[in-house]
């Protein structure tokens, strides 16, 4: 085995991060990390993972290690800050932007980030003017440029809703003059450092003696930036971006500046539908900069599957000395008092790509007439355009128009789900004449469950239907009717004479809203699965038996963003008499909740070892409350009833404004009315509950 240092095997783990082998990457950091605990670049590594599989909680306690071992870098504490607002812990976050902006002033992703976390807590204002300052720093930072129009999109809607109507002002977030004013205080990085950046939400913080202190963000912005919004366009957020290269001083563990931004999962992963209709906005290349190690370091222990040699010196330039508030007089003019940047007072797209940044920008704010007129005035100026020819089609089947809409969504389907060719003709619809037609369920585990109805239907057009899945389906669809078949994408491909994907049999089928095929239940749980269950759950004290599974939020269209857990906002469920709760998923690995907290359930999760345990468990409740896709489809096909918990512009598949859907006659949909807003949906639903248990 060739020995190597562990910077060696650390750089190694990062080429198989960056080259999609997350599973291999992550085996090696954590190799690495127990050899020697406290290196830092490897917990950042490892929190990026985390934070893209939705493990906030494993996340954060990754970053805080790494900032306990280096409390001096200033990304770290920003990445924290994404971490903390996807938890929805929005003062935590500011305060942690505030300490990466004690250590490095000039940073304009921690002020982009800023404004992502004050307009997920609804501060647009606030959020604007944090997004100027970024651009103050870095006028040509296509992010921040776009996230600044977005919110005054959203902004300008907003007012144009509210304008015959007395809304009472929001608390604030707070955070220091420094952090979106030109201007510094007088205390040093290191006294700054000592305190929290931010002060309780709500109140003020005492005042001291100093001349600056925490203030309001309204109060602390407005004599720099202009208090009227211009209008523009937008584009999705919440990314983590690395800062280029630095040389620390000697005595800091080498460093590399990790990017939280999602990862395009790989198609093993069990990834929610709403995924499939990611944002077209391709991201900026990014390199992944690594700091060096000290020139006199000691030689690296080994890991178990390689063997280690010492590294040899490494000559670096002396670090440039930190900036701190006594050598204001000498700082450059852009920290003095750094220049709001206007964007152009009025938008007006030109080219498809502007029309399509617009039309996205009015998706995610729920104007879907307007963001089909800009994919329509993109494909007028480009009719060749796939992409606004997309958006258009999935905007479509969200207003019910599923004519217009299937095409489209086969057509992104095939993009983001990529499948091998066959020799074999792909069937369109015709009669099948007794001949064998393989439905490929390979791509989402939610596509497999929602469209697996469609099997009975090919066998009536004469097809003898074989089902080829994703292993961990194999036991949940082995036994459904309509299927001659099964086999799993580890098994031989068997003999068949056509072929289709199964998320295109309604398309082929011609489906419409009002045809769905929708009796239920078109899914069958293992009978005697059921019975275990059955007698498990017969035993438990008596009340309306509610399986609750909230780990994983759906997410946002038209950029697939995690919309976050709901569960912080159903706090107040386990306080609704006359209930047993049953946990239907485990807590993440860092202990993401599942379950609302305080909720005393019943855990019997270490026993749900595959989906048909978790479908027959399901079988025997009365009802499903979740925010999680795949036991959303799950407990739908089983129809069982289940309460679905929406985020404000949310998958096609749930269309516009309905409370019902026309796929699962047994569920009923709770939506967020604006966009991060869990508690109104949630205090409707435990209303409801309060209502369906007295009905008992």
């Known amino acids: 085995m060739a020995e190597l240092t562990i910077q060696q095997a650390f750089e190694i783990a990062s080429r198989q991060y960056q080259s999609g082998q997350a599973q291999d990457a992550e ?34 306690e990754l970053l805080r290690r790494a900032i306990a071992v280096n409390s001096q870098d200033a990304d770290a504490h920003n990445n924290l800050g994404m971490v903390l607002t996807t938890q929805g812990r929005f003062d935590d976050a500011v305060n942690s932007y505030g300490r990466a902006l004690i250590l490095r002033p000039m940073f304009p992703e921690a002020y982009n980030n800023l404004g992502n976390t004050l307009r997920a807590a609804g501060q647009l204002a606030q959020a604007i003017r944090a997004y100027q300052k970024a651009l103050s720093f870095r006028p040509d930072y296509g992010d921040a440029r776009d996230n600044l129009n977005d919110a005054q999109n959203e902004q300008d809607h907003r007012q144009q809703q509210q304008a015959a109507v007395k809304v009472e002002p929001e608390p604030t977030i707070e955070v220091p003059d420094e952090m979106l004013v030109g201007g510094g205080a007088t205390t040093s990085k290191d006294e700054r450092l000592a305190e929290p950046v931010v002060a309780e939400s709500i109140e003020p913080p005492p005042p001291v003696e100093e001349p600056e202190r925490p203030v309001e963000v309204t109060k602390a912005i407005e004599e720099e930036i202009p208090s009227e919004p211009p209008a523009a366009h937008a584009i999705d957020v919440s990314e983590l971006q690395p ?39 391709p991201d900026e290349p990014v390199e992944t900069p690594v700091e060096h190690a000290p020139s006199e370091a000691e030689p690296e222990p080994a890991l178990d599957s390689v063997e280690l040699s010492p590294e040899p010196a490494i000559e670096v330039e002396a670090p440039a000395a930190v900036v701190t508030h006594e050598d204001e007089a000498e700082l450059p003019p852009v920290l003095e008092e750094a220049e709001p940047v206007q964007p152009e007072v009025e938008f007006v797209p030109h080219s498809a790509d502007e029309f399509k940044k617009r039309g996205r920008s009015r998706w995610r704010q729920g104007r879907y007439d307007e963001a089909a007129a800009d994919f329509h005035a993109a494909l007028d ?4 355009d796939t992409e606004a020819r997309t958006d258009l089609g999935l905007i479509a089947l969200a207003q019910g128009d599923f004519r217009q809409g299937w095409p489209a969504y ?89 072929h289709c994907p199964i998320a295109s049999l309604p398309r082929v089928m011609g489906t419409t809203p009002e045809e769905i095929p929708a009796d239920v239940p078109y899914l069958l749980a293992d009978g005697k699965l059921v019975d275990k269950w059955y007698a498990r759950v017969s035993a438990e004290p008596e009340g309306l038996k509610v399986g609750v599974a909230l780990r994983a939020g759906q997410r946002s269209a038209p950029s697939g ?13 386990g306080r609704v008499s006359g209930v047993r709760f049953y946990a239907l998923q485990p807590p993440g690995e860092q202990g993401d909740p599942a379950l609302p907290s305080g909720v005393d359930a019943t855990d019997w999760t270490s026993s749900l070892s595959d989906l048909a345990q978790t479908a027959a468990l399901i079988s025997c409740l009365d009802l499903v409350i979740t925010s999680d896709n795949v036991v959303a489809h799950l407990a739908g096909a089983l129809g069982r009833p289940t309460w679905l918990l929406l985020p404000f512009v949310a998958d096609w598949r749930w269309m516009i404004g309905r409370n019902d859907s026309p796929w699962y006659p047994t569920m009923r949909l709770f939506r967020q009315p604006e966009t991060g807003n869990w508690e109104s949906p949630a205090q409707e639903l435990i209303a409801e509950l309060r209502r369906k248990v007295q009905e008992q």
């Open 27 to 60: 085996s090696l950091y954590r190799q690495i990390l127990g050899y020697q605990p406290d290196h830092t670049p490897t917990m950042q590594m490892l929190a990026q993972l985390a934070h893209q599989r939705g493990q906030a909680g494993e996340a954060e």
């Open 243 to 281: 800062e280029p290269l630095e040389i620390r001083e000697a005595e800091e563990v080498e460093t590399v500046k990790p990017e939280l931004e999602p990862e395009p999962i790989p198609v093993e992963a069990d990834l929610s539908e709403d995924e499939v209709i990611a944002s077209h906005v």
């Open 410 to 498: 086969e057509a992104k389907l095939a993009e983001s789900w990529p499948i091998s060719a066959l020799p074999q003709p792909g069937w369109e619809g015709s009669e099948l004449a007794n001949h064998r037609i393989l439905l490929r369920a390979e791509q989402s585990i939610t596509d497999a469950v929602q469209f697996i109805r469609y099997a009975p239907l090919v066998g009536k057009r004469g097809g003898r239907v074989i089902v080829r899945c994703r292993p961990e389906l194999r036991h949940l669809l082995v036994d459904q009717p309509g299927i001659l078949l099964l086999v799993s994408t580890t098994d031989p491909m068997p003999k068949f004479y056509t």
């Open 561 to 573: 963003e995690d919309s976050g857990s709901p569960a912080s906002a159903l706090g107040s469920i």
């Open 381 to 384: 100026v480009d009719p060749a």
